[in-house]
C-alpha cells in the first residue's frame, strides 16, 4: 500500500514489505490469509513476530482487510484474517466470527509455526496474541474480553486465553439492545489493554454506542480514536463492499488514508501493549493525537513509572488515570 497524507507526521511501519499466504485452519475447515513482515533475512535473522487475529465483519469476506491487515503486520505482527462460516439464526448462514476461532487460529499458528514448509516457519510468538475485529468481529471480541457468553458470539463455553494480551476494534459495541434506546451495554471487566475505534460517520454502528462501550470498559489502559470522516466500511479495502450491509453515509476522507489511519493506530497500540514498545506507547497516549489531524483520541493509561507492577499492570491499587487533551462525543 502506498503511504498517504496520513502518514506525513507519524510512525510508520517497521517493516516495508509484508507478504501472504492463504491456508486452512484444521479446526474449523475454514480458509484464513496470513500476513507477515518479510525482510530479506527472514529465515536467517532473529525474528518472533506476535499473533494479530483480525475478526471479519458480518458478512465480509476475508480478502476485504489486505489493506489493513499487511500494513499491520508491517508494525511486526503476523496477522491471521480467517473466513467463518457458520449458521447464525435468524441471519441465515453466512460469514460470522466466533470466539471458538481463539483457540483454532492459535493452534494452527502453532502448527504454522513448527512445520518446516510453512512461510512463517520458526518466526511466530504463539505465547502473545492481540486481537482485531470489525463490526461483529469486534463484538466477538470484546464479549470474549469481558467474559460474557453471548449466544451470537459464542457458541459454547469459552474462556480467553492466556496468551491474548491486547484488543482493538473497529466499528462496534457491546451492548445487549445496541437498537434500542436507552442501550443496555455489558460492563467489561477486562484485563488487557482495549482500543476501540470509529468512524465519525458510521450509519451502520452509531458512534455513541462505541462510546458507550468504551465508558463501560472497566479497567485501564483503555483509549478511544475517532477518525473524523470515515463510515463503517473504513476498514476495508473499498467502501461498502459486497456481502454486508450498506452503510448509506458516503465518507469524506479517502479510503486508502483511512485504511492507513486505522492500521497504524491498530499496530502501535499492539506494540505498546503486547511488546512494551516506549515509542509506541507514547504515540497512542501522548503524541499521536497532536500530530494526526484526522484523529481525536481520548485514553485512561496506567502510569509508567508505577513501582514494581510494569508498563502494563492493570490492577495497580491508587491508579493514576490521565485523561488526554480532547474528549469529543461525535
Known amino acids: 500500500m502506498n503511504k498517504t497524507a496520513a502518514a506525513t507526521f507519524n510512525a510508520p511501519p517497521l517493516f516495508t514489505d509484508v507478504t501472504s499466504y492463504t491456508t486452512s485452519i484444521t479446526t474449523s475447515n475454514g480458509a484464513a490469509d496470513i500476513y507477515f513482515p518479510n525482510p530479506s533475512d527472514l529465515n536467517t535473522g532473529d525474528y518472533s513476530f506476535p499473533v494479530a487475529l483480525l475478526l471479519q465483519g458480518a458478512n465480509v469476506d476475508k480478502s476485504n482487510y489486505s489493506n489493513y491487515a499487511s500494513t499491520v503486520a508491517g508494525y511486526g505482527f503476523v496477522v491471521v484474517v480467517p473466513n467463518n462460516e457458520r449458521a447464525l439464526p435468524p441471519l441465515g448462514t453466512g460469514l460470522f466470527a466466533e470466539t471458538s476461532l481463539f483457540n483454532a487460529v492459535l493452534a494452527q499458528m502453532r502448527t504454522e509455526n513448527s512445520n518446516p514448509n510453512s512461510p512463517v516457519a520458526g518466526v511466530v510468538n504463539t505465547k502473545k496474541v492481540g486481537l482485531l475485529g470489525h463490526s461483529f468481529g469486534g463484538s466477538v471480541g470484546l464479549s470474549a474480553i469481558a467474559d460474557a457468553c453471548l449466544p451470537r458470539f459464542c457458541s459454547t463455553p469459552f474462556s480467553l486465553p492466556d496468551e491474548v494480551a491486547a484488543g482493538a476494534f473497529y466499528a462496534t459495541g457491546l451492548a445487549r439492545t445496541p437498537n434500542v434506546l436507552p442501550v443496555e451495554y455489558i460492563p ?143
Open 188 to 330: 467489561i471487566n477486562n484485563s488487557i489493554p482495549v482500543a476501540l475505534l470509529k468512524g465519525t460517520l458510521d450509519g451502520v454502528i452509531p458512534p455513541f454506542v462505541t462510546d458507550g462501550t468504551y465508558d463501560n470498559i472497566q479497567n485501564p489502559p483503555k483509549t478511544l480514536i475517532s477518525l473524523t470522516g470515515a463510515n463503517h466500511y473504513g476498514i476495508t479495502n473499498t467502501n461498502n463492499p459486497s456481502g454486508p450491509s450498506p452503510d448509506r453515509n458516503t465518507p469524506i476522507i479517502p479510503q486508502d488514508v483511512a485504511i492507513e489511519t486505522l492500521a497504524r493506530w491498530s499496530g502501535l497500540f499492539l506494540r505498546a501493549s503486547i511488546l512494551d514498545d516506549k515509542d509506541a506507547f507514547n504515540y497512542i497516549y501522548f503524541t499521536g493525537d497532536a500530530t494526526d489531524p484526522n484523529v481525536t483520541v481520548i485514553s485512561e493509561r496506567v502510569p509508567e513509572s508505577a513501582p514494581n507492577f510494569g508498563l502494563f499492570g492493570i490492577s495497580l491499587a491508587g491508579i493514576i488515570i490521565n485523561q488526554l487533551r480532547k474528549r469529543v462525543r461525535n
